[in-house]
């Protein structure tokens, strides 16, 4: 009986073991696929939530928060990207030891400690200059375009500020432990505060608090990043606090600046690719159909989210791949990736699309409080098209080169058209446009330079 029960055990540890690798589901992945699993569910959840102790006005003024506050890429301006790209290149050279330093040559350590040093000054200001112009901003437009009184939001307002701020200054820290190929933890990290982060904000729901339950993600991922590097940022605090030879240092302007300049470009096109839509709903259709289509972005953000795990699980191993110059190595696992994180992504979609068709259907109030189906069909259409584009550009930007700029800058005055003139006609003829220009300009126009470089020798 038990040589039995030990080949059973036997069997089933082979099995997922199979399974596992079939999917590509190693520590990072998994716990990265975990974490944006887990924001599905939880996602799922406030989405039905929030109609039952939001009115439809609140609901507005929740989703319109999160896309003003995505402002703070004006001033982070592409730098963690950078930083993740620049640890990996240099990290790829070094072996890791014990106590959480690095050994190798001094080129390589010189350069990381310099960078540690250089993100910290700089995102310091960031932090607080965002504090600063974006919490103003904000407060203007909710006060010239919403219709609540200043009591409601303001203090909402000002905490939500404050603690992206604080999140903002604080994520150079991951992104240096991303480029130590260390995505795996810091995926448990952001697992751990998201878990913690809903069950505040579903309890502040359930005490009848409204708005204030917007504040309880940002507020405990800022408390709980500070924590976790503290306990696990020896290695960051190390390159920080350690001597270097001048002629081993990171040179900002010839090593940063052509390469982020070029990023910042293209994250701030994809402000307006991606968050513009509901402040502009909000001003000219009112808070109850920017909540409405806030909760629809809302979706097909989580499951982009959860569709890329595998591409951006292993943004750090492409660039070491590049660096060692491993480039049929680079390409095999690309392709495994991308082909996992497109799939999921075009399954997700449709299944989001068919479910809140059926529910519609079936005459279900709280689908009043999302857009139409045939809304989400368009945004479903975005999203499988934005997977391709994205793996892509996680492809490229492995290379440290910026080759999405010009795509990015005409695709974003595209949409920032479509959004500011949709936005006073209607939804559904803003996402068809919005569609039309994802499919017919920049996926192509992307694929056409990936070629490219998948092709290099």
């Known amino acids: 009986m038990n040589t039995a029960v030990l080949n059973f055990k036997t069997i089933v540890r082979w099995k997922l073991s199979r399974w596992r690798a079939i999917a590509g589901l190693d520590f990072h992945v998994l716990v990265t696929l975990l974490f944006r699993g887990w924001a599905i569910v939880a996602g799922a959840a406030t989405v039905f939530l929030l109609p039952l102790w939001l009115s439809p006005t609140e609901q507005g003024y929740y989703f319109t928060f999160a896309s003003v506050l995505a402002l703070q890429i004006f001033f982070e301006l592409g730098l963690n990207q950078i930083v993740m790209q620049l640890v990996s290149h240099e ?3 070094l072996t890791e030891t014990a ?3 690095l050994t190798g040559k001094e080129a390589h350590l010189g350069r990381l400690s310099s960078l540690a040093r250089l993100i910290r000054r700089w995102y310091g200001v960031a932090g607080m200059l965002f504090a600063l112009i974006g919490g103003i901003a904000g407060a203007l437009f ?3 375009k919403g219709t609540e009184p200043m009591s409601v939001w303001l203090g909402v307002w000002v905490v939500l500020v404050g603690a992206t701020a604080v999140n903002l200054w604080l994520s150079p820290g991951l992104a240096v432990m991303e480029g130590c190929a260390k995505v795996g933890q810091v995926a448990r990290l952001r697992l751990a505060q998201s878990v913690l982060g ?9 005490s009848g608090a409204g708005l204030w339950a917007a504040t309880a993600v940002p507020v405990v991922s800022a408390v709980c990043t500070a924590y ?16 270097v030879d001048l002629n081993n240092q990171l040179s900002w302007r010839a090593d940063v600046l052509p390469l982020q300049w070029r990023i910042s470009v293209s994250w701030i096109s994809g402000y307006f690719i991606f968050n513009l839509f509901t402040p502009l709903v909000f001003a000219n259709r009112g808070a109850v159909e920017a909540g409405q289509f806030g909760m629809a972005l809302s979706v097909f953000s989580a499951v982009t989210t959860v569709g890329m795990s595998w591409v951006n699980a292993k943004a750090p191993n492409f660039t070491m791949h590049i660096s060692r110059g491993e ?6 696992l690309f392709k495994a990736v991308a082909i996992r994180s497109i799939v999921v992504t075009t399954l997700m979609s449709l299944g989001a699309v068919s479910m809140v068709w059926f529910l519609t259907s079936r005459g279900m109030t709280v689908m009043s409080r999302i857009s139409a189906p045939e809304v989400l069909a368009g945004l479903a259409i975005v999203a499988i098209a934005n997977s391709m584009i994205t793996a892509a550009a996680v492809y490229m930007r492995a290379h440290r080169e910026e080759p999405m700029l010009l795509v990015s800058v005409v695709t974003g005055l595209l949409t920032a058209v479509a959004a500011y003139f949709g936005s006073r006609i209607g939804v559904l ?10 499919m017919c300009v920049s996926l192509p126009w992307t694929t056409w330079i990936f070629v490219g470089y998948f092709n290099r020798k």
């Open 91 to 93: 990290v790829a050279h």
């Open 99 to 101: 106590d959480g330093r």
């Open 142 to 144: 909710f006060s010239q």
């Open 198 to 206: 809903y069950a505040i904000l579903w309890a502040v729901l359930l």
């Open 228 to 243: 976790w590097l503290k306990s696990h940022g020896d290695m960051l605090q190390w390159l920080s606090s350690r001597a």
């Open 327 to 332: 480039r049929s190595v680079l390409n095999v």
């Open 429 to 438: 003829y803003m996402v068809i446009v919005y569609a039309f220009i994802t």
